[in-house]
């Protein structure tokens, strides 16, 4: 009987040694409550003592705890209407408060949900959509934190960061948006090739007039250095006729043959005694006056004209004594 006694006497004392001691995580914080009051806080990890059977201890999380709120329509501040999917970060920063106040993480999560939600409408109602999805989005939404942080600082809660995950139109407002867009777009498409034709024009006709311009100098270039060659041939044929009119005459007269009897498609047909055939009968160039006599004496004529001085009765003696050298 005595070893059974104390056999039940260890075990009481191991169940009150046990119901004595608690442990408190590095990720957790502890509540020591003596008959439902709050009677310490600890906040240290490691291996802690109480009261047994009068005190019990409840464990808050340490951590930063995640807020998810379901996606929220919302209406700018120049009436668009926009689907936001916002979250929440926080932790427990006064446990007593916390306890007090909502009890649970719970309970804590639909508090919060409720200031988040208020504060988010309230801060997206002043601001416009470009503001929201681009320009200052950064800002609201540190406003927002800031908001709701101090809401619930009175649950013993501190909100560490708001974010907004997505901030989309409606479906059907998009479709209309994305319509509205593509419109303008080919609008200014439209109004872009226009202008490049418009410009495309205005080039080819400053070019084509710069073409007229150009072709018109160089033709009224080339008419004058054409001029000045035919002048400096005239003098340089004049001075070669001063020099020696025979000789030149019988130059140019063989000049006249070559290019007047070429073998070709042109035919001639001249007189025997045309002045153009006077070399074939003499060698000087000297022709019988007509009208002559079979015992007249020759009289001696000059020798045939230059293209300077007289032009020959015939059009072919005419071609071919003008023929270049």
């Known amino acids: ?46 291996l802690n003592v109480k009261y047994p059977l009068i005190q019990n201890v409840v464990y808050l999380d340490k951590r930063i705890l995640d807020l998810n709120m379901s996606p929220q329509e919302v209406i700018a501040s120049d009436q668009k209407r926009l689907v936001v999917d916002a979250f929440a970060r926080y932790r427990i920063s006064d446990p007593v408060l916390f306890y007090q106040r909502v009890n649970n993480i719970r309970e804590a999560n639909l508090r919060l949900s ?47 960061d708001v974010k907004i995950r997505r901030a989309d139109l409606p479906e059907a407002n998009s479709q209309a948006i994305f319509a509205r867009m593509q419109t303008e777009r080919q609008r200014e498409a ?24 150009i072709v018109a100098e160089a033709n009224r270039d080339s008419e004058i250095i054409r001029g000045d060659g035919d002048a400096e041939r005239n003098r340089i044929f004049a001075e070669a006729f001063g020099q020696d009119p025979d000789f030149f005459a019988f130059y140019r007269s063989m000049q006249a043959y070559e290019a007047g009897l070429r073998a070709g498609d042109t035919s001639l047909v001249l007189s025997p005694d045309s002045s153009f055939f006077r070399y074939f009968k003499d060698p000087m160039g000297v022709r019988v006056t007509e009208g002559a006599g079979p015992g007249a004496a020759p009289s001696v004529q000059q020798p045939a004209p230059t293209a300077q001085s007289v032009t020959p009765s015939d059009e072919a003696t005419r071609q071919a004594a003008n023929a270049p050298q």
Do not use: H, W
């Open 114 to 160: 409720t200031f988040l939600q208020s504060s988010l409408r309230s801060e997206l109602a002043r601001a416009s959509l470009i503001a929201v999805v681009r320009d200052d989005r950064a800002g609201l939404m540190e406003n927002i934190r800031r908001d709701v942080s101090a809401s619930a600082a009175d649950l013993g809660i501190e909100v560490v």
């Open 190 to 213: 439209a109004e872009i090739r226009a202008q490049g034709e418009e410009q495309s024009r205005r080039i080819r006709s400053r070019a084509d007039r710069d073409v007229t311009v």
């Open 1 to 46: 009987m005595r070893s059974g006694i104390l056999a039940v006497i260890v075990a009481v004392i191991a169940v009150i040694g046990y119901s004595s001691l608690f442990i408190v995580n590095p990720t957790q914080q502890a509540l020591v409550l003596t008959f439902g009051q709050i009677d310490k806080v600890v906040t240290q990890p490691g």
